[in-house]
């Protein structure tokens, strides 16, 4: 699917599109050929809301569109429910600060992949984001086919809506709305690394997939797997410390094969590994200190087996900076790391849980553009 989908768009590329960078440009509306999803509503240039296939939504429609073309893909059930209650104020500041453009609502798992890639490929220059970091995810993978980016020039932009919104504490994108939109508006534009991840899935295949931040394994994917199974009503860090602390009373050591590189190769008992692009996941914590979103590497944090009230003890410092002081703690950098076990060892990939061990991890680098705000 991925590969025709980019033949397709290399034989017919959008009109005006071809070797043009993606801008915030807004030039006089024209009319362009509706389309719709098979599920999720679908907004058009007036904020009007068209039911695409599920039968929910009300049919009002717009079909203008700028030049400049952006659309926003919207998780409504982030944050407990919260954007989807926030989305019409939400879609006014937006309308208000960027002009027209279109949107989806999200209405399962992937179809915050299946609408980016769709409106990349019709033409879209500027996707906005609005979720936490899983959405955000499934956003980058529309981005991206199994060789990289589909479309090179296009822009991602991120309005950080969710139980999870680590990325933003290593990139500079605000997290309050107003502030989030301006900073589209402006447009400063910054291109990041990603990781691509090949996997055992649920369904016993071999799964793909990319992510922006963090990968890890160990009592990281058990944390994840409960965390997703339960309400989120009192946010992030309540969220996902209380998920740590019940993970904990019933996670044992998983004894891993870990390879980075080709110069670190070893048998280790594990509680937990992190994979960082970013510096931090699970609602706060500082597990990649030194990790860069454009260097090209993973920096990677091995949390070797310890007893429980020591776990207990060295808490506060996967929060505070201080992990590296702990001494079953060590960090190694590289482009690539593999890692197998004979034990189910779970992940956690940008919050989700697609899967289990073996996993290879390789860095993709410079391979997308994303707005932010100058560098702090």
């Known amino acids: 699917m991925f590969s025709s989908e980019r033949k ?22 024209i009319c362009y050929a509706e389309f719709a999803f098979k599920t999720g509503p679908v907004s058009w240039g007036n904020g009007a809301v068209r039911n695409s296939g599920n039968g929910r939504h009300p049919i009002r429609e717009d079909r203008t569109l700028p030049s400049g073309k952006i659309f926003f893909v919207v998780n409504p059930h982030a944050a407990n429910g919260e954007t989807g209650r926030q989305w019409p104020l939400i879609q006014a500041k937006a ?58 020039e296009a822009v991602l932009g991120f309005v950080p809506n969710g139980t999870g919104c680590d990325f933003v504490r290593t990139v500079p994108i605000p ?31 071999t799964g793909l997939r990319y992510f922006h931040n963090i990968t890890s394994f160990g009592m990281g994917g058990e944390v994840v797997d409960r965390v997703n199974h339960t309400s ?53 914590m500082l597990v990649a200190p030194d990790a860069l979103v454009d260097d090209g590497l993973f920096h990677i944090t091995i949390i070797s ?12 410092k996967l929060y505070n900076g201080k992990i590296k002081t702990i001494r079953q703690v060590s960090t190694v950098v590289g482009k690539t790391v593999s890692a197998t076990s004979s034990e189910r060892v779970l992940l956690d990939v940008d919050g989700e849980q697609p899967g289990f061990l073996p996993a290879t991890i390789e860095i993709v680098p410079a391979a997308i553009r994303m707005i932010t705000q100058k560098d702090r």
């Open 232 to 284: 989120k009503a009192l946010g992030p860090f309540v969220s996902f410390m209380w998920g740590t602390l019940v993970s904990l009373m019933h996670y044992n050591a998983k004894r891993v094969r870990l390879k980075v590189d080709d110069y670190f190769d070893r048998e280790v008992a594990i509680w937990h590994v992190a994979v960082g692009n970013g510096r931090y996941h699970g609602g706060g």
């Open 8 to 29: 397709a768009l290399s034989r017919n590329p959008p009109p005006g599109q071809a070797g043009r960078a993606a801008v915030l440009v807004f030039i006089k509306p």
């Open 305 to 316: 087996d310890m007893i429980l009230p020591r776990v207990f003890t060295h808490l506060p």
């Open 95 to 152: 309308r208000e600060r960027l002009g027209p453009f279109r949107a989806q609502l999200t209405a399962g798992t992937d179809d915050a992949t299946r609408i980016t890639r769709q409106a990349l490929l019709d033409g879209a220059e500027l996707i906005v984001c609005i979720g936490g970091d899983g959405t955000l995810n499934e956003v980058v993978n529309g981005f991206m086919d199994e060789k990289g980016p589909i479309r090179p």
């Open 175 to 205: 997290a309050d709305l107003d502030s989030a939109l301006n900073t589209i508006r402006a447009g400063h534009t910054r291109i990041l690394d990603l990781g691509r991840l090949r996997f055992a899935d649920h369904r016993g295949g």
